[in-house]
Protein backbone atom coordinates (compact mmCIF):
# COMPACT_ATOMS: atom_id res chain seq x y z
CA UNK A 1 0.00 0.00 0.00
CA UNK A 2 1.50 3.54 -1.12
CA UNK A 3 1.80 6.68 1.62
CA UNK A 4 -1.06 8.13 -0.03
CA UNK A 5 -3.67 4.84 0.18
CA UNK A 6 -2.74 4.54 3.88
CA UNK A 7 -3.40 8.16 4.42
CA UNK A 8 -6.59 7.98 2.71
CA UNK A 9 -7.56 4.51 4.39
CA UNK A 10 -7.22 6.16 7.52
CA UNK A 11 -9.00 9.00 6.73
CA UNK A 12 -12.40 7.57 5.46
CA UNK A 13 -12.04 5.00 8.43
CA UNK A 14 -11.90 8.27 10.51
CA UNK A 15 -14.93 9.64 8.42
CA UNK A 16 -15.48 13.39 8.48
CA UNK A 17 -12.62 13.78 11.82
CA UNK A 18 -10.39 16.66 10.82
CA UNK A 19 -6.48 15.29 11.59
CA UNK A 20 -3.52 17.48 11.33
CA UNK A 21 -0.53 16.26 9.67
CA UNK A 22 1.75 15.80 12.70
CA UNK A 23 -1.05 13.82 14.26
CA UNK A 24 -1.75 11.64 10.86
CA UNK A 25 1.88 11.38 10.62
CA UNK A 26 2.07 9.55 14.28
CA UNK A 27 -1.32 7.38 13.47
CA UNK A 28 -0.20 6.03 10.46
CA UNK A 29 3.71 5.64 11.76
CA UNK A 30 5.08 8.06 9.03
CA UNK A 31 8.06 9.68 10.44
CA UNK A 32 8.55 12.64 8.25
CA UNK A 33 5.45 15.14 9.02
CA UNK A 34 6.62 17.03 5.84
CA UNK A 35 5.85 13.90 3.53
CA UNK A 36 2.39 14.05 5.19
CA UNK A 37 1.52 17.44 4.13
CA UNK A 38 3.11 17.17 1.04
CA UNK A 39 0.62 14.25 0.45
CA UNK A 40 -2.51 16.24 2.08
CA UNK A 41 -1.63 19.30 -0.15
CA UNK A 42 -2.36 16.92 -3.15
CA UNK A 43 -5.84 16.41 -1.71
CA UNK A 44 -7.16 19.58 -1.58
CA UNK A 45 -8.54 19.53 -5.00
CA UNK A 46 -9.89 15.78 -4.54
CA UNK A 47 -14.02 15.58 -4.15
CA UNK A 48 -13.83 13.53 -1.12
CA UNK A 49 -11.81 15.30 1.22
CA UNK A 50 -11.72 18.48 2.85
CA UNK A 51 -8.41 20.44 3.64
CA UNK A 52 -9.23 23.59 6.67
CA UNK A 53 -8.32 25.32 9.59
CA UNK A 54 -10.25 23.14 12.13
CA UNK A 55 -10.08 21.31 15.75
CA UNK A 56 -7.81 18.32 14.76
CA UNK A 57 -9.68 15.57 16.45
CA UNK A 58 -6.41 13.90 17.72
CA UNK A 59 -4.70 16.75 19.69
CA UNK A 60 -7.83 18.92 19.85
CA UNK A 61 -5.51 21.69 18.72
CA UNK A 62 -6.79 24.43 15.95
CA UNK A 63 -4.77 24.01 13.00
CA UNK A 64 -4.98 23.03 9.28
CA UNK A 65 -6.56 19.91 8.87
CA UNK A 66 -7.71 17.23 6.33
CA UNK A 67 -10.69 15.34 6.68
CA UNK A 68 -12.57 12.40 4.33
CA UNK A 69 -16.05 14.30 3.67
CA UNK A 70 -17.65 11.92 1.63
CA UNK A 71 -17.75 8.29 0.42
CA UNK A 72 -15.30 7.96 -2.45
CA UNK A 73 -15.40 5.33 -4.76
CA UNK A 74 -12.40 3.63 -5.17
CA UNK A 75 -10.60 4.13 -8.49
CA UNK A 76 -10.95 1.39 -10.82
CA UNK A 77 -14.09 0.25 -9.71
CA UNK A 78 -17.85 0.17 -10.94
CA UNK A 79 -20.37 2.87 -9.58
Given at each position: ???????????????????????????????????????????E?????????????????????????????????A?
Amino acid sequence: MTLMQQLRSYLREHFNQPYCDECLSRMVQIPSRRLVTQKMSALEHDPGFTRQASLCAGCQTETLTTRASMVAIPVGSAA
